[in-house]
């Protein structure tokens, strides 16, 4: 059983919230997906503390980081606290240390109100390695705890999981709409159902199409993942991407023999490097599209970044919004990106804000962040 922020009762969420986001991207999209959350615990705790990471820096040692020393400035999340300050319009107060003694300090005299967010946690090992000591000094910030980073939650970090075991907790309404909606495509999908795949790696999907094998009626791929099986089948690729992971190939050689898997038949290629879909693929993939009712979107499936080689998805994407019937969602960093560079994210029926996450949960597996908030409450 979870409890959601947005059936929590008044009493119960005062004091001060310590909110886990996730804004680990290129731009705003994430941040924006969680004001809701946020306008919510305005209105009814007394102060905000978010959590949240960036990239992957180099920790440094405790010492260190309490003065705020050594910290790679390029994964400072301080420009994040002017962002969601500038979307909020309030003043987000950003902590560049980890002396939790003195944050806890300014918090307990900060007037009601006030937000802050804290430091890139990833600049402590304790973050990763989901160290109990560590949750506790990121716990005896606050009275309450809420999760809205759904992107991370397929991770057994610190301020995801081990935390929930020292303060109250709820997932926020970001997550909970993540939770609804995925759960729709994953539990009673309506068929036809498709699952398209792309991006850089195979390996990240074959999760998911091993729990939709007997599910999905066609899995239609692109970019790295029919790269990997073109080549498996002796097809020569090239400088395209393609996964080299012996453990991968080995599977998706068997993934290769599915019925209901589909490949590009024609590709745009430059440099020696396939880069998109050709135009029979595209308009193979759109007739199958149109008869869906079900659709699940998961990596690009051509080099967007350049207009030259984003020609098939925009094709899918238009071919998926004017199938009206169907229910569709997209996921994963690159895939929003894409999305919102072109202008098509909001007539899908739902955008998430996952990509290892979406693609985790949909292919059953209980993510650590999700689990951590069904379980008992402890210490409190």
Not at 163 to 188: C, F, M
Not at 279 to 306: C, V
Not at 322 to 337: C, D, L, P, Q, Y
Request: hydrophobic share 40%.
């Amino acid at each position: 059983m979870i409890n959601y922020l947005s059936n929590a009762k008044p009493a119960t969420i005062r004091g001060t919230a310590l909110l886990r986001l996730d804004f680990n991207t290129k731009d705003d999209w994430r941040m924006r997906a969680v004001l809701p959350t946020l306008n919510l615990l305005l209105r009814r705790s007394a102060k905000i503390v978010v959590l949240s990471h960036y990239g992957r820096p180099s920790p440094v040692s405790s010492a260190d980081a309490t003065r705020g020393r050594g910290l790679d400035k390029k994964f400072s999340l301080k420009k994040d606290a002017e962002t969601l300050g500038r979307l909020l319009k309030k003043k987000v107060i950003f902590i560049p240390h980890f002396n939790f003694p003195v944050i806890k300090k300014m918090i307990d005299e900060s007037p009601r109100g006030s937000i802050f967010l804290l430091e890139n946690l990833r600049f402590l090992k304790g973050e990763e390695a989901n160290d109990a000591g560590f949750a506790k000094s990121l716990a005896s910030l606050g009275d309450f705890y809420v999760n809205d980073a759904f992107a991370v939650s397929h991770r057994a970090n610190a301020s995801v999981a081990a935390i929930t075991k020292l303060l109250p907790k709820y997932a926020g309404l970001e997550l909970e709409r993540e939770i609804i909606s995925l759960s729709k495509a994953q539990v009673k999908p309506k068929h036809p159902l498709i699952l398209i795949l792309g991006g850089a790696k195979a390996g990240d999907k074959l999760g998911v199409i091993t729990y939709f094998k007997n599910k999905a009626d066609w899995f239609l791929l692109g970019g790295g993942p029919a790269d990997t099986i073109l080549f498996l089948e002796g097809m020569n690729v090239g400088r395209s991407v393609r996964d080299t992971d012996p453990n991968d190939l080995k599977k998706i050689k068997t993934i290769a023999k599915y019925k209901n898997i589909i490949v590009p038949e024609d590709y745009r290629w430059s440099r020696g490097a396939i880069l998109d879909l050709g135009p029979k693929s595209t308009q193979s993939f759109i007739k199958k599209i149109a008869k869906a009712r079900t659709i699940l979107w998961s990596g690009p499936l051509g080099l967007f970044e350049k207009p030259a080689f984003a020609k098939g998805d925009i094709m899918i994407a238009k071919a998926i919004i004017k199938n009206r019937r169907a229910f569709s969602i997209a996921g994963g960093g690159e895939t929003v990106m894409f999305l919102k560079r072109y202008k098509l994210d909001k007539k899908f029926s739902f955008i998430s804000t996952g990509g290892g996450a979406m693609v985790d949960f949909l292919a059953g597996e209980k993510l650590p962040g999700i689990e951590a908030l069904k379980q008992g409450r402890y210490n409190f």
